[in-house]
């Protein structure tokens, strides 16, 4: 079976949705262009919208490894489709962060000159987290464990695909209309951002966190965009969202749909 038309549709829309949420916090760190989490949460809720509007009639518009795993999971997707969504969603997303960084580079060398800072080094994180995620920042007044941010991370992605699974599921009779959904969806991602983007910058999706921090490290972070050397990445930021959206999934399918359906049955 083709599955050019998938590949293309999660190809752009997690390439949109990284190239304007990533680059909000690009802006922020460079130039104070936005002031306070809610400016940058709101950004990265327009970005999921407008990508999922642009790319739905070509995919399902998952965006989301995360997402696409709970879909195979919960069966709304067939599983011979899960490899061209999970590439598409990782290239997409590394594609964003070059051209975020080819957009930049000379913003970030003069940023780095003016603040002395070395990239490569911890003191760099404070410019390389507007690639990867970083649960621990030097200067930061947050005390998180690895533990905390694998729990946080997984709770807001588990909040995000509940919300997702509750407002495209048609036995939902309080769902919007399917054109409003986007707009809704990208609010919930805006609201799961303000919950616990203080604790990890909230990735919520193994694509948008690893392509972009990817390219840090090809261009100079080295174990700067690495840092945890216990395995923090993949545990908090891959690992974590996929358990989270997976328990998602699971729960709606096996509680929360039939309860829905025969509510649904009852209002007729």
């Known amino acids: 079976m083709d599955y050019k038309r998938d590949f293309i549709g999660e190809f752009i829309g997690t390439f949109l949705l990284v190239l304007f949420g ?3 916090v690009a802006v922020t760190v460079l130039f104070n262009a936005h ?9 990265w809720g327009i970005g999921v919208s407008l990508a999922i509007y642009a790319t739905r009639h070509l995919s399902c518009a998952h965006l989301n490894p995360a997402v696409t ?25 590394f594609c964003a962060g070059l051209i975020l960084y080819i957009l930049f580079d000379p913003s970030i060398v003069a940023f780095e000159t003016a603040h002395s800072i070395v990239r490569g080094t911890a003191d760099s994180m404070k410019v390389a987290k507007m690639f990867g995620e970083y649960y621990q920042l030097p200067g930061s007044t947050a ?15 588990f909040l995000l695909v509940l919300m997702i699974f ?11 209309d399917d054109n409003l959904a986007p707009i809704f969806i990208g609010l919930s991602v805006s609201s799961v951002i303000c ?21 840090s490290w ?17 545990f908090v930021y ?15 399918t096996g509680v929360l749909e039939p309860l829905m359906k025969k509510a649904k049955c009852q209002c007729r």
Request: glycine fraction near 14%; aromatic fraction near 8%; proline fraction near 7%.
């Open 22 to 24: 990533c680059g909000s």
């Open 69 to 93: 795993l709970a879909m195979v999971a919960s069966k709304r997707m067939s599983l011979k489709k899960m490899p061209a969504y999970l590439i598409a969603q990782f290239l997409g997303a």
């Open 166 to 176: 509750s407002l495209t599921e048609g036995c939902n009779l309080g769902k919007p």
């Open 238 to 252: 891959i690992l974590g969202p996929v358990i989270g959206a997976l328990a998602a999934g699971l729960l709606f």
């Open 218 to 234: 090809i261009f100079g972070w080295g174990s700067a965009a690495f840092p945890d050397q216990s395995g923090g990445f993949f």
């Open 35 to 43: 002031n306070g989490l809610f400016q940058i949460a709101l950004i």
């Open 195 to 215: 919950l616990i983007a203080p604790l990890t910058q909230a990735g919520l999706n193994p694509a948008r966190d690893f392509g972009p921090r990817l390219v």
């Open 143 to 157: 005390v998180v464990s690895m533990p905390l941010a694998i729990g946080a991370e997984a709770i807001g992605t």
